[in-house]
């Protein structure tokens, strides 16, 4: 067999390796269920002038091109 042919073969079985998708895993999506709690001094209207304000600094930093 030559060298040529190894790596043929070799690259082949590599791509069919890692185009295989292992069903056995356990990754799978967690669904939570509960609920979520804020405990904080900030009012609503405090945390969305800081979204506000953050959503700014980010548009000045890179700026998006209009379409």
């Not at 042919?5 to 185009?19: A, G, H, L, N, V």
């Not at 900030?42 to 969305?48: G, I």
Request: hydrophobic content about 25%.
């Amino acid at each position: 067999m030559s060298m040529g042919k190894f790596d043929e073969q070799e690259y082949e079985r590599r791509e069919k390796q890692i185009s295989s998708v292992n069903t056995d895993s356990d990754d799978q999506r967690t669904v939570f269920e509960g609920r979520i709690e804020y405990i904080g001094d900030e009012s609503v209207d405090d945390l969305l002038a800081r979204l506000r304000e953050m959503k700014s600094e980010a548009s000045k930093r890179s700026p998006v091109s209009p379409k």
